[in-house]
């Protein structure tokens, strides 16, 4: 299944916590990472106040289902040090599935697509780059 990944950080070395779950990813066998956009420094949407994002986009291939890859991107999540405190709050880094094939779920706890991708310019530009017209 083909898949799209958002990719952002707004702590610390947020390039290093990219650059780390991007590393993660690809040390991953059921994942295999094809493109990587460009990275993208964004404002903040929503939220407490903080400080800016390094935001992208990353296309994988997986034979993981949609809750086991909304698992394993956790789980990195985990790694490099992510809290949720905060709703919309400031993290290391965050994995979002964006898309997964053309399905479409709406469950409490996954909601692909992203429910308020195409309201993000900081999600569409990056996915523009390696998608093409969405």
């Known amino acids: 299944m083909i898949c799209y990944i958002g990719i952002g950080s707004n702590i ?9 779950a991007l590393r993660k990813l690809k040390e991953e066998k059921a994942i295999r990472v094809n493109k990587v956009s460009s990275i993208h420094e964004t404002e903040p ?3 407490p106040a903080q400080g800016k994002y390094l935001n992208g986009a990353i296309e994988i291939e997986t034979k993981l289902k949609p809750k086991e890859l909304l698992k394993k991107l956790q789980a990195i999540e985990n790694e490099l040090g992510r809290k949720r405190t ?3 709050g400031p993290r290391t880094i965050d994995l979002d599935i964006l898309l997964y094939g053309d399905e479409s779920i709406d469950e ?3 909601k692909i697509p992203h429910p308020r991708m195409r309201e993000r310019e900081f999600v569409m530009k990056p996915l523009k780059e390696i998608y093409g017209s969405i």
């Open 45 to 47: 949407v929503g939220g």
């Open 86 to 88: 905060v709703k919309n």
């Open 12 to 20: 610390g070395d947020r390039q290093g916590y990219i650059d780390n």
């Open 108 to 110: 409490p706890d996954l």
